[in-house]
């Protein structure tokens, strides 16, 4: 059959798994470290990146709806969600967002700081080749990012404590013509 076909490398490109959530990484070396572990998660993670735009011609005479010429990318809106069930009060600050930490205690502000905007890392296995040292992998790097969803826990009888998380990446006035994410893409090499 003619159209019932897959691309012969498809194994290669797959990505597998749920993937990490990091507050630090280094797409040259590929570590992971524990310290750079936000928390586990359940239910895996879901990233969007979704553009605004103007259509500039829409209400020019005679000009087709969605010219391209006249077609203006206005900014991203950057989200990632999902949920931890384990927490430290490192993400429980990271949670919070407009917080301060003194020793065990995380104490929300109403006021938002430049330094609470921080980077997160999503890291996934990708190809068929997953080794500790050579293996693939897929990076979001989420730039300024700040806790938007707020701080939740949902707790059960004999289970787990979820809690949800909502992280918003955001432009900055010291580079704004960055859009604040950037995805990595790394075939794996066979190990030796």
């Given at each position: ?109 109403n006021d938002v700081q430049l330094s609470d905007f921080t980077d997160v890392w999503w ?70």
């Amino acid at each position: 059959m003619k159209f019932t076909k897959i691309p012969e490398t498809t194994f290669q490109n797959l990505q597998l798994n749920a993937g990490v959530l990091l507050s630090t990484f280094n797409p040259s070396t590929a570590e992971v470290t524990n310290t750079s572990i936000i928390g586990a998660t359940t239910g895996g993670v879901n990233f969007t990146a979704t553009p605004t735009f103007s259509d500039y011609g829409e209400d020019i005479d005679n000009c087709p709806k969605n010219m391209m010429e006249l077609k203006k990318l206005d900014a991203w809106e950057i989200s990632m969600s999902g949920t931890y069930v384990t927490v430290d009060v490192n993400a429980v600050k990271s949670l919070v967002g407009a917080a301060d930490v003194s020793a065990n205690k995380v104490t929300p502000r109403n006021d938002v700081q430049l330094s609470d905007f921080t980077d997160v890392w999503w890291v996934g296995d990708y190809s068929d080749k997953n080794g500790e040292t050579n293996g693939g992998y897929v990076a979001i790097h989420m730039m300024n990012t700040l806790s938007t969803g707020g701080f939740a826990i949902q707790s059960s009888d004999n289970g787990k404590g979820n809690f949800a998380f909502t992280y918003t990446a955001h432009y900055s006035m010291d580079a704004q013509d960055t859009v604040p994410f950037e995805v990595y893409v790394k075939t794996g090499t066979a190990e030796g």
